[in-house]
């Protein structure tokens, strides 16, 4: 196996979903799933390729559309049972098959989380081509108090002690995995066949938009948050058009005005940790 200093970002997105059917065409703010995906990951200036793993006609056009390449994947590694590792090992597989170099670092992203930050992925793999980790992943602090409930019933306390309560800026953060994201050397991934191999990093992202889609509340939170985002940036737009509309008053009138584009309502808030 040859391997090029390039980074591959795979996005597996399989036709089949119990929770949501025809989950990874659905849409937030009226792109679907894996174009967001695809988009978000052909917007990192440090990814070189973008190719998406699945078994759906429908799924392949729209990557295609998106700027993707396709592999399809077949319909043993597309069941539920099947592995997110089992659709990663098998592009690379379908690389090595048709002499293709492998890539130096490989970018898994989902498409069920819609908020992926282009800037996040190139902090990440920046951190893995410059050799500082092996494997990173994107990760939302939280101040949580977590319980389990033991063989009888009872709660325990699972990450803190129940007999004190400190308060939340006495406690250090805990971070959650969102599976947004993850980026790792591809060599450290073949020989240990798992995400998380040699040194382990996070990039912290803003827990705000770490949403996973899994069901259908959780399609109607990340289209609430979309709106959301839209509606913070709804000052600044007027604010532009205040101003433009300030200095028209100081000129001469004309009939033909360039209206203001509104940004996208489906960016992201930026990670808090302005990741390294």
């Known amino acids: 196996m040859r391997s090029t200093g390039t980074v591959l970002a795979v996005v597996p997105a399989r036709a089949g979903s119990k929770g949501i059917p025809g989950k990874n065409l659905r849409t937030v703010a009226g792109r679907s799933l894996v174009r967001r995906a695809v988009e978000s ?8 390729d973008v190719v998406v793993s699945t078994d759906g006609d429908a799924i392949a056009a729209e990557a295609r559309a998106a700027g993707a390449r396709v592999v399809r994947r077949p319909g043993d590694l597309a069941g539920d049972e099947a592995s997110s590792e089992s659709a990663l090992l098998h592009v690379l597989d379908e690389l090595d098959a048709s002499v293709a170099p492998l890539p130096e670092v490989l970018v898994f992203l989902q498409a069920t989380s819609p908020f992926i930050e282009p800037a996040d992925l190139d902090a ?37 002690d129940a007999a004190t309560r400190p308060r939340r800026q006495d406690r250090e953060p805990e971070y ?19 995400r998380f191999h040699g040194r382990v990093e996070l990039a912290v992202v803003d827990p705000a938009a770490a949403i996973d889609i899994d069901d259908a509340a959780d ?16 000052p600044d737009r007027h604010a532009d058009r205040n101003a433009a509309g300030d200095t028209d008053r100081n000129r001469a009138p004309h009939h033909h005005q360039t209206p203001i584009p509104a940004p996208s309502p489906t960016r992201a808030t930026p990670a808090p940790n302005g990741a390294p």
Do not use: C, K
Not at 41 to 48: F, P, Q, T, V
Not at 219 to 234: F, V
């Open 219 to 234: 399609l109607a939170l990340a289209e609430a948050q979309a709106e959301a985002l839209a509606e913070a940036l709804a």
């Open 176 to 194: 959650r995995e969102t599976g947004a994201f993850y980026v790792m050397r591809t060599a450290g991934f073949l020989e240990n066949r798992h």
């Open 124 to 160: 990440a793999v920046a951190r893995v081509v410059n050799g500082h980790a092996d494997a990173v992943f994107a990760a939302a602090p939280s101040h949580a108090f977590l319980w389990r409930l033991a063989a009888d019933g009872t709660a325990v306390a699972v990450n803190h």
């Open 41 to 48: 990951a052909l917007g990192a200036s440090r990814i070189d």
